[in-house]
T-cell receptor
C-alpha cells in the first residue's frame, strides 16, 4: 500500500513554544490530507482537512490560529502547534489520499507531542 | 451524536478461531466503509474496505460484510492469530456529500490468545 510518513515521531517541548509536524506521502500524490488527534483510549478525532494549494477546513472547536496547517505541495502537509500548552499534549496523526471516491486514506505513523 | 458505533470495547478470541468485530452507523449517506488496525503509539493501518454498493468484500483472512438495511457492518478474521491483537477501528465516509474525511468508531480491542 501507499506510504505516508510523519516527522518527528515524538517531540517534547516547553510550554509556549511552537512545534511543526510534517506529513509526507512518499509514493503517491495526495490531493487531500487530513489531520487527526487521538486522546488516550479514545477514537481519532478529525481536526482539519487540507487540500493542496488552498486553506485548510477546520472542524468545529479546533482553533485554526493555534493549529496552523499548510499543504504546500501534493506530497507535503504541515501542522504547526503554536504556543503549545500541556493540554495540547496528544498523539497527532495525518492521513493522505489520492482524491478518488474509493481512494483509501493511508495514515502516517503518528507524532507524540508532550508539552511540559 | 456518534455516527459510527463500535459497541464492544474489547473482544477476546482463541487462536485459530474466528474473530467478529461489529460496527453500526446511523448516517444513510455513508457510501464507503473501511476497517483499520492500530497498535499503540502507531498510526492506523488500512485493512479492508467496502463500497455501499456491495455486501461483501474478502481479502485473505479478512472479510467485511455490509448490511445496509440494518446499517451494520462486520469484520471477520479467520483464522485469528496472536499477531492480530490490536485495536480495530471501523470508519465511514460520505464522499458523495463532498465530505472526504473519515468518521471513526471508538474502536474494539481484539486479544487473540495462543
Amino acid at each position: 500500500g501507499a506510504v505516508v510518513s510523519q516527522h518527528p515521531s515524538w517531540v517534547i517541548c516547553k510550554s509556549g513554544t511552537s512545534v511543526k509536524i510534517e506529513c509526507r506521502s512518499l509514493d503517491f500524490q495526495a490531493t487531500t490530507m487530513f489531520w487527526y488527534r487521538q486522546f488516550p483510549k479514545q477514537s481519532l478525532m478529525l481536526m482539519a482537512t487540507s487540500n493542496e494549494g488552498s486553506k485548510a477546513t477546520y472542524e468545529q472547536g479546533v482553533e485554526k490560529d493555534k493549529f496552523l496547517i499548510n499543504h504546500a505541495s501534493l506530497t507535503l502537509s504541515t501542522l504547526t502547534v503554536t504556543s503549545a500548552h500541556p493540554e495540547d499534549s496528544s498523539f497527532y496523526i495525518c492521513s493522505a489520499e489520492g482524491g478518488g471516491p474509493t481512494d483509501t486514506q493511508y495514515f502516517g505513523p503518528g507524532t507524540r507531542l508532550t508539552v511540559l | 451524536d456518534q455516527q459510527v458505533k463500535q459497541n464492544s470495547p474489547s473482544l477476546s478470541v482463541q487462536e485459530g478461531r474466528i474473530s467478529i468485530l461489529n460496527c453500526d452507523y446511523t448516517n444513510s449517506m455513508f457510501d464507503y466503509f473501511l476497517w483499520y488496525k492500530k497498535y499503540p503509539a502507531e498510526g492506523p493501518t488500512f485493512l479492508i474496505s467496502i463500497s455501499s454498493i456491495k455486501d461483501k468484500n474478502e481479502d485473505g483472512r479478512f472479510t467485511v460484510f455490509l448490511n445496509k438495511s440494518a446499517k451494520h457492518l462486520s469484520l471477520h478474521i479467520v483464522p485469528s492469530q496472536p499477531g492480530d491483537s490490536a485495536v480495530y477501528f471501523c470508519a465511514a465516509r460520505n464522499y458523495g456529500g463532498s465530505q472526504g474525511n473519515l468518521i471513526f468508531g471508538k474502536g474494539t480491542k481484539l486479544s487473540v490468545k495462543p
